[in-house]
């Protein structure tokens, strides 16, 4: 069974960046492909980036060029670098292994002046 536990989130102001880690635990972490996901109230979940196992990164274009997915094999842990962050970035997100279909509990950001 796959878990994954998100970490991170905040409250920050526009302009200002955030790191989120998504630590995993019950799969082979560095053969599976992990993402990051965001909602919010009212609105369908929606994708916000990607990273394979070899390292191809895939983003929605409201975040290119802001945010980063990366990953650390040996810590279990995918990353999501978030510069530039704006009110609209305010979300939940969440963390998601494609292949099991696992999902984290989740973790707010908010952009506010």
């Known amino acids: 069974q796959v878990q994954l536990v998100e970490s991170g989130g905040g409250l920050v102001q526009p302009g200002e960046s955030l790191r989120l880690s998504c630590i995993a635990s019950?799969?082979?972490?560095?053969?599976?492909?992990m993402a990051w996901y965001r909602q919010t109230p009212g609105k369908q979940r929606e994708f916000v980036a990607r990273i394979t196992s070899g390292y191809s990164t895939l983003y929605a274009d409201s975040v290119k060029g802001r945010f980063t997915i990366s990953r650390d094999n040996a810590k279990n842990t995918v990353y999501l670098q978030m510069n530039s962050l704006k009110p609209e970035d305010t979300a939940v997100y969440y963390c998601n292994q494609p292949r099991s279909g696992s999902w984290g509990q989740g973790t707010q950001v908010t952009v506010s002046s």
């Open positions: 019950g799969s082979i972490f560095s053969s599976n492909s």
